[in-house]
């Protein structure tokens, strides 16, 4: 009777409240088990809550069970839930956190000595590695290249595959190179690396799994001491991390994954669902539980989100590459309703973001806290704009998506004044208002107890330090009537095991972070801006699988929205420029009548036609060279564009390719710039269209050369 009555009261303890999908991922504790999990439906509670059951029924043991995610924040989340469910001792980590951990350990009887320095930004070495082979490259180009060579390297290719690989995954002219200059570069970097004795983060991962592979002792004792395995956001797996995965495994079955098809965004970085949507054809006995139970948003958020994805059809026109679109799961709605999403079309980006920061002021009036309203954009070029109309409205903001807060040079200057500080307080002094002394002590670094009216470095300086103390307030707060006072040394070690987990405090103010960043988090109100095309979908996105990615950014952004959700776009990107964009093809028959002012262009003609023979557009012979296949038309014909037009772009870039040391062909050539003038694309989508603009000068140089070409001045 009494341990009829114990497990009883287990279940209720760990299983209530669970709905009935919930509590069959909790309830199956043994062989493998996929979960797909729709946005809101509370997948990181049923996982946790599987975890604390199998611990507290002893099924898993605390130290044999590792549950991996993709980022610290998320860990540090479940890691939190664990320890409130009673096991806390249940691993809990990132991928790369995970590996690291073993490499460290094993590094020395598997290889010897001691384990390389890890390189915190690949920028440097690349550029190092480029001016080897004397090949300029200015900062965009780095940046790109960096991220071309972290897919490769998930994508376990080596310089020597990189090429073939590349052009397979179409991956175009990464900084404007192409692929055997990718190729030579990235050997380059990695010879830099071996001779300043660096690893890389990707290189944590090829290390571990190179180790486990070659050496049956480690590979024998990790899978000793890891039995069972829970793996969130399974649709971002790479290539590297599913081979890590199998490794830790060894053949065995012992794995629970969570995932959702229609949420992954990360394509760009190698992640694939292919793994996610093969895992029943891979463990044919095992069972599948779909969470589809929304608790986060209202009917009116659910219903959208459901309708952006339902939308989806093959783009005309486009390569299809045999691209699958599996079936996504249909989100039900369990909150009360709410308002319905709102559409706002604004003349131009200036207009649009102070539209939004008026909205958001009013929210603030109504009681909506800051802190649960965000601003969600493609591009972090996107954010100046906001930034400046939320200042001038008076509202306080934070960025997103930028340097580490614990990485940042204030919050390291405060933690060694604080930990100073503790070191050397009396009893007296300790037992003083916590709170109170954070102040006094950050005030020396430029705390205050109002925003600075400043925006940019000033700004974000202050909301790091106000993060900083608000964090005191809340943990003086919760601590409160505690046997055990609260002291500043009690503050400082919290501070320093949330920098070790990268578990940054809540930053006050309305949130401004692009879409990518924004994955994971919700907040009670979000606005979508600059929904226009050629930012939604992205210009570079040119086949089907490009073109599903953009729409799942889109979904995923919408169902970051508890409540109150916007959607805007402008038509022009300066006061008095031209109106020529137009909203996202993905807002076609979702957005009421009446929100367009500008009549969308036939959907045909928004498509890149199917390619034929290279033909001359004004007397119709065959193009041979490559000038007048970039031109259109052939050398007999009269040149069709302007002078003044053709001159201006030549101009501008000279004076890019000397900003940045390039020659100016590397920019763009004679014959591009005649293109550019005879088109006169109207948006980034047209400008991509023509011949000599890849995707990477697309995005570095596009809105200066569609300012140009609408007589502006670019910046």
Not at 31 to 55: E, F, M, N, S
Not at 164 to 185: S, W
Request: aromatic share 6%.
């Amino acid at each position: 009777m009494g341990e009829a009555t114990g497990t009883s009261a287990l279940e209720d303890r760990i299983l209530g409240g669970l709905d009935d999908e919930q509590r069959m991922v909790a309830t199956t504790l043994r062989g493998p088990l996929c979960v797909l999990a729709g946005a809101g439906t509370g997948k990181t509670r049923a996982i946790t809550h599987r975890i604390a059951y199998g611990v507290h029924t002893g099924v898993y043991k605390p130290s044999s069970m590792l549950a991996v995610t993709f980022t610290a924040r998320a860990a540090a989340e479940m890691r939190s839930r664990l320890r409130e469910l009673g096991a806390g001792a249940v691993q809990t980590r990132t991928f790369h956190a995970a590996a690291l951990r073993q490499l460290q350990y094993f590094w020395p009887q598997a290889i010897g000595g001691n384990l390389p320095n890890i390189v915190d930004y690949k920028a440097p070495l690349i550029t190092e590695a480029a001016r080897r082979l004397r090949t300029n490259a200015d900062r965009a180009t780095v940046r790109d290249l960096a991220s071309e060579i972290e897919w490769a390297k998930v994508s376990m290719l080596t310089p020597e595959s990189y090429v073939a690989a590349a052009a397979v995954a179409d991956r175009g002219e990464p900084g404007g190179l192409d692929p055997t200059t990718v190729a030579r570069i990235f050997q380059s970097y990695e010879d830099v690396k071996t001779d300043r004795q660096y690893i890389d983060f990707e290189d944590v991962l090829l290390l571990t799994v190179a180790i486990l592979e070659d050496d049956e002792r480690v590979a024998a004792s990790v899978r000793e001491q890891y039995r069972h395995f829970v793996v969130d956001e399974y649709q971002d797996v790479s290539p590297l991390q599913q081979r890590l995965l199998d490794l830790w495994l060894g053949g065995r079955d012992e794995l629970c994954v969570v995932g959702d098809a229609s949420q992954t965004i990360y394509s760009f970085t190698g992640a694939t669902p292919r793994h996610l949507l093969d895992f029943t054809a891979r463990y044919e006995h095992a069972p599948v539980v779909r969470l589809v139970r929304d608790y986060r948003s209202t009917p009116q958020v659910v219903h959208l989100a459901n309708r952006v994805l339902a939308a989806r059809r093959p783009e005309p026109g486009v390569p299809d590459r045999d691209h699958p679109w599996p079936t996504p799961l249909e989100l039900i709605a369990q909150r009360e309703n709410g308002p319905e999403p709102s559409f706002f079309e604004a003349k131009d980006d200036e207009a649009e973001a102070a539209e939004i920061a008026a909205r958001i002021k009013k929210l603030i009036s109504a009681g909506t806290p800051a802190a649960e309203i965000a601003i969600l954009y493609r591009t972090n070029g996107q954010s100046a704009a906001y930034e400046q109309a939320l200042a001038a409205a008076g509202v306080g903001y934070l960025l997103r998506g930028g340097e580490r807060f614990f990485a940042r040079r204030e919050v390291r200057d405060a933690m060694l004044q604080l930990r100073s500080a503790a070191r050397h307080a009396t009893t007296e002094a300790d037992g003083d208002s916590v709170p109170k002394l954070t102040r006094d002590i950050l005030v020396s670094l430029g705390y205050s107890a109002t925003a600075p009216a400043a925006s940019g470095a000033v700004r974000e300086k202050w909301e790091s330090l106000s993060a900083l103390v608000a964090l005191a307030d809340e943990m003086a707060e919760a601590r409160a009537g505690a046997e055990t006072p609260f002291t500043l040394g009690l503050f400082v070690a919290e501070l320093e095991e949330r920098a070790a987990s990268q578990h940054a405090p809540t930053l006050q103010g309305v949130t401004l972070a692009s879409l990518h960043a924004a994955k994971g988090l919700e907040w009670d109100a979000v606005f979508l801006v600059g929904l226009s095309e050629g930012l939604m979908p992205i210009s570079f996105a040119d086949d089907q699988a490009g073109y599903d990615e953009e729409r799942r950014l889109l979904y995923v952004g919408i169902t970051r929205a508890r409540m109150h959700l916007g959607l805007s776009w402008s038509l022009a990107r300066t006061p008095g420029g031209r109106a020529n964009r137009r909203p996202s093809r993905f807002l076609d028959g979702l957005r009421p009548a009446g929100t367009s002012s500008v009549a969308s262009a036939p959907r045909a003609s928004r498509r890149r036609a199917p390619a034929g023979p290279p033909m001359c557009r004004v007397c119709g012979t065959l193009l041979t060279s490559a000038t007048e296949r970039k031109l259109g038309r052939c050398g007999n014909c009269p040149a069709g564009y302007d002078e003044a037009v053709f001159e201006s772009l030549r101009a501008w870039r000279l004076s890019v390719a000397q900003a940045n040391s390039l020659p100016a062909f590397v920019v763009f050539t004679d014959a591009t710039l005649m293109a550019i003038a005879e088109a006169k694309p109207s948006g980034l989508s047209d400008l991509g269209r023509v011949s000599g603009v890849g995707k990477g000068k697309l995005e570095r140089y596009g809105e200066a050369v569609l300012a140009i070409l609408g007589g502006e001045t670019p910046d």
